[in-house]
T-cell receptor, first 112, second 117 residues
Framework: GDSVTQMEGPVTLSEEAFLTINCTYT??????LFWYVQYPGEGLQLLLK?????DKGSNKGFEATYRKETTSFHLEKGSVQVSDSAVYFC???????????FGTGTKLQVIP | NAGVTQTPKFQVLKTGQSMTLQCAQD?????MSWYRQDPGMGLRLIHY???????DQGEVPNGYNVSRSTTEDFPLRLLSAAPSQTSVYFC????????????????FGPGTRLTVL
């Protein structure tokens, strides 16, 4: 079946450090890919998305590129802030299917 | 727009009790869904609906019922609560169903933290 694998957390970084959170997927077709973020005590919200191979999604300084050859959608940010501390979820959805498959989430803690 | 609202925010039940988690959205979204979030397991789909009167099971439907009588509301019923249902429950909605779901953002409510003793 379809699945999403994320790197284990928690990830602890100092402010202004470079962030990479790895995400790989398995899917029977060509999915759309998403990153959602969950701040403490809140629901998830969309951070960025890419709907076809080689697309780059970007938002709030975060970027991720849809790599079909490596079935990956790694999340990156050049300089993290304390306010980026949250749980990040990679997700996929296939055209014509009625569900979104989420990874297990990666907790990021940014220390001053 | 209030977006997706959920009530209650917190709930404690005893084993065997029943209750309904409420979810409402004011964005006229066709697609609505319920997830549970457990440590180390991410979000797992319980039930979903592609429109009023249409519901279907997700990957963990046992012990839960849903109905969708209006576009706006999608309540989740726990029939006889068990400790294994202790979790955080999220309702989400999205524009479109079927193929359109693949390209569209899901909007999540703030969650209900449920403890079953």
């Amino acid at each position: 079946g379809d699945s999403v694998t994320q790197m284990e957390g928690p990830v602890t970084l100092s402010e202004e450090a470079f962030l990479t959170i790895n995400c790989t997927y398995t899917a029977t077709g060509y999915p759309s890919l998403f990153w959602y973020v969950q701040y403490p005590g809140e629901g998830l919200q969309l951070l960025l998305k890419a709907t076809k191979a080689d697309d780059k999604g970007s938002n709030k300084g975060f970027e991720a590129t849809y790599r079909k050859e490596t079935t990956s959608f790694h999340l990156e940010k050049g300089s993290v802030q304390v306010s980026d501390s949250a749980v990040y979820f990679c997700a996929l959805s296939l055209w014509g299917y009625q569900k979104v498959t989420f990874g297990t989430g990666t907790k990021l803690q940014v220390i001053p | 727009n209030a977006g997706v609202t959920q009530t209650p925010k917190f709930q404690v039940l005893k084993t065997g009790q029943s209750m309904t988690l409420q979810c409402a959205q004011d964005m006229n979204h066709e697609y609505m869904s319920w997830y549970r979030q457990d440590p180390g397991m991410g979000l797992r789909l319980i039930h979903y609906s592609v429109g009023a009167g249409i519901t279907d099971q997700g990957e963990v439907p046992n012990g839960y019922n849903v109905s969708r009588s209006t576009t706006e509301d999608f309540p989740l019923r726990l029939l006889s609560a068990a400790p294994s249902q202790t979790s955080v429950y999220f309702c989400a909605s999205s524009y479109g169903a079927g193929g359109y779901l693949a390209n569209n953002e899901q909007f999540f409510g703030p969650g209900t933290r449920l403890t079953v003793l």
